[in-house]
């Protein structure tokens, strides 16, 4: 039978040997920029939340970049109900006529994202709270569809305040709210905008956490999860009806990114427990990985 001693022994022997295996990882990643899309499960469970928080600052203490960019539907959805609006979605996007727009941007740049950078720096890392607007990091245009009002999408991407953040060591945490040349407010999907900062910074990997292991053969059984798969593979799974749903502007979102120079790109289960740093500092990973046609990691 094994003492209490004898248990912390073997649980610091453990802990010791996890570390041992990421060195290898940290000193590849060393200096690398990692955009994290957080949303999900991970921004509503307080638990999740918290190890999604401390590998966001771990990342950081290890020499990584990390920039984080957030949505905030339910939290979104839970202040219009409040004010009396009754939600509305067309294809899958939130319907956004003025008066939502000015929930979306109280509720993403005003709560969500002063939660977020609080909550960073009580962790003991350094984040600094930013949307679309801010230095003009993004310019959006309209999405196009017809009656879904204020959505818009990203029509570029000003990387300099973030650059002058992560050179010296901070964690930017963006907000899905941006602007037009006239400063009007878009409501812009955080994927999307993870996809576009990642591509403008040369970012090293691309993660989006989600409420789903990766990119499933059949979604109804996660056994069947694809471990890695390249971007024609990726778009076959897509014209095939392997993906479908809500996964097709993830993975789009995914492809566009490597089609610009992004390293790779993972889309992960961010209901696991220290998600990313399973993914980011172990061999097998947890999740998806898309990589370039000509890349093999």
Partial sequence: MINDTEYIKQDAATRVQVLSEALPYIQ????RTIVVKYGGAAMKDSN???KVIRDIVFLS????????????????NSWLDRLGIEPQFKNGLRVTDALTMDVVEMVLVGRVNKEIVTLINQA?????????KDGNL??????GQEDIGFVGEVSGVNIKILETLVNNGYIPVVSSVAADETGQAYNINADTIAGEIAAAMGAEKLILLTDTRGILKDYKDPSTLIPKVDIQEARQLITTGVVGGGMIPKVNCCVRSLAQGVGAAHIIDGRIPHALLLEIFTNIGIGTMLIGSKVML
């Fill in 28 to 31: 590849r990643f060393i200096g």
């Fill in 48 to 50: 999740l939340k918290d």
């Fill in 61 to 76: 203490c290890v020499g990584l970049r990390p920039i984080l960019v957030h949505g905030g539907g339910p939290e979104i």
């Fill in 124 to 132: 003991g890392g350094s984040a600094v709270g930013l949307c679309g």
């Fill in 138 to 143: 993004i310019t959006a245009r309209p999405q």
